[in-house]
């Protein structure tokens, strides 16, 4: 997709629902992060998220942004002050995650025109990151709300973005669409270790692309919600 003038803000959220997930690098310690970033995109990611407890993930952002540019976008997950985001965002950042509502992260991000998916799950937490100016909210934990939970933030919220996190898997994705939420995301969803150490970084690839699928079939056939 090119950004055709479109802000980051606007190019990140297209993005985002356009492959319907947002897949997280959580590893344990340096690796080569742009060949994780690679097998995502190569099932169809067209943005990454690197937790911010990750080794090295700053230079992860940074290797990752220069990598591939607009081609794949980098978003920095688990940020939680201001002197991180601002860190995230002079390294290349262009989104910053956060697993809860965070005033001040926010609003710095908000100062450099740097998209914020906020973390949330009660509905008062959802009005407050929207009102804060978050793109997109994320739901964490997802599974812990269920897919009906979507529908009814969705109900009281209509124009909000949510992609639930935690708990997600081929089984109940299509479901979390058809109830209202317009992306999901995770860790342990998109990366089995086992898998990684049995048949490589591949694994990753097809999983990122049954999740890209079953999304995509999802949204054909996504209900009015009341």
Known sequence: MDRNGMSLKEFAIAQTKASGILPCIKLHKKDDYIAYAQAMYDGGARVVEVTMTT??????????????????LVAAGTVLDPTSAREVIMHGGSIIVNPC??????????????????GAFSA?????AMRKGAAMVKIFPGALGG??????????????????SGGITPENAAEFIK???CAVSGARTFMDFDKIEKEGLSSITRQVEKFVKIIAEAKKNVPIIP
């Open 55 to 72: 080794p090295g993930v700053l230079e992860a952002v940074e290797a990752i942004s220069s990598h591939f540019g607009d081609k794949l």
């Open 101 to 118: 509502v965070v005033d001040d992260v926010i609003d710095l991000a908000n100062r450099y025109n740097i998209p914020v998916y906020s």
């Open 147 to 164: 897919p009906k939970y979507m529908t009814n933030l969705k109900m009281v919220f209509p124009e909000v973005n949510l992609i639930p």
């Open 124 to 128: 008062t937490e959802v009005f407050t």
């Open 179 to 181: 109830c209202g939420a």
